[in-house]
């Protein structure tokens, strides 16, 4: 995409008379799009005109999703997976290729929590956390080198996922802290490697954004990894109900799934071609 088709797009859709979208015949993996952020983001990108790929360990939640964006007039595949396993990057970006023909987007959401005091963290809990979140964005970047390592004037941006966690810490989470930080060195090394075949690469780190992630753990949600149940949340069970927890959090509540896919989506379309190597904190102004 020249400057001009740039500044055209971008003038386009801030007048309405640009109907297909900001992302209008762009083609995004997002993984962990069953659900959450995920599915918000995938919605999100097909209604500015992406064609995306939906993909989740869950694959009844994949394959909704993907309809869902169907029927609404977009276009989606699904590819169930876990991206833990060492098949799915190819699996998923030969897919789409398949599919759609190209790449230019990649959104690597997937994850989950797996806390323990760091004393108390086993192998098993901290290596999972660094093969989620590390391991996994980093093969499925490399599977697609081979489509997005050209200078072909297209549009190109990979999202990974971060989190406040892995900028400042947080108590109980040293493995998910760990891995998560790590994702910021991965994404500016991209940025780096691959910015001269026009290829963006940013990190969002979110703070609190309601989740299953985020919410009370009381409530029993779990995910299954390998047979191991892993409960997910927020223990809350010895918070005073006195104690507001927004109360460091500028804008006074949690974000949600829909609001916070904007960021990442923004950072996909012509109103960010020249931002690559940032961290962008979505937090409500927390840490501020």
């Known amino acids: 995409m020249s400057a001009s088709d740039r500044l055209n797009t971008i003038k386009g859709h801030l007048s309405g008379n640009y109907p297909q979208g900001l992302l209008a015949g762009d083609v995004a993996i997002i993984t962990g799009s069953g659900q959450g ?116 004037g297209e549009n190109k941006c990979i999202v990974n996922i971060s989190s406040t966690s892995g900028l400042h810490g947080n108590v109980g989470q040293a493995n998910y802290a760990t891995a998560k930080a790590g994702v910021v060195g991965l994404t500016k090394t991209v940025a780096k490697e691959w910015g001269l075949f026009g290829v963006r690469c940013n990190t969002v780190a979110f703070g609190w954004v309601d989740t299953r992630l985020t919410r009370a753990k009381e409530a029993g949600t779990a995910i299954e990894i390998d047979g191991q149940k892993v409960a997910l949340g927020v223990p809350t069970a010895n918070r005073s109900a006195k104690v507001n927890p927004y109360a460091d959090i500028p804008l006074g509540r949690a974000g949600n799934a829909e609001e916070v896919a904007g960021s990442v989506m923004m950072l996909c379309t012509p109103l960010a071609t020249y931002i690559t190597g940032h961290t962008l904190e979505v937090t409500g102004g927390r840490g501020i």
Do not use: C
């Open 37 to 152: 952020i995920g599915k918000s983001t995938a919605e999100l990108f097909a209604r500015e005109g992406a064609l995306v790929t939906v993909t989740d360990l869950d694959a009844a939640k994949s394959d909704q999703v993907a309809a869902d964006i169907n029927a609404a007039g977009g276009r989606a595949i699904s590819v169930p997976g876990n991206v833990m396993d060492p098949a799915f990057p190819e699996k998923v970006v030969e897919e789409t290729v398949k599919a759609f023909g190209k790449i230019n987007h990649i959104v690597n959401n997937a994850g989950y929590t797996h806390d323990g005091m760091l004393h108390k963290i086993n192998d098993k809990q901290w290596e999972s956390m660094l093969t989620v979140h590390q391991t996994a964005p980093f093969k499925i970047i490399r599977a697609a080198a081979k489509y997005l390592r050209k200078k072909d």
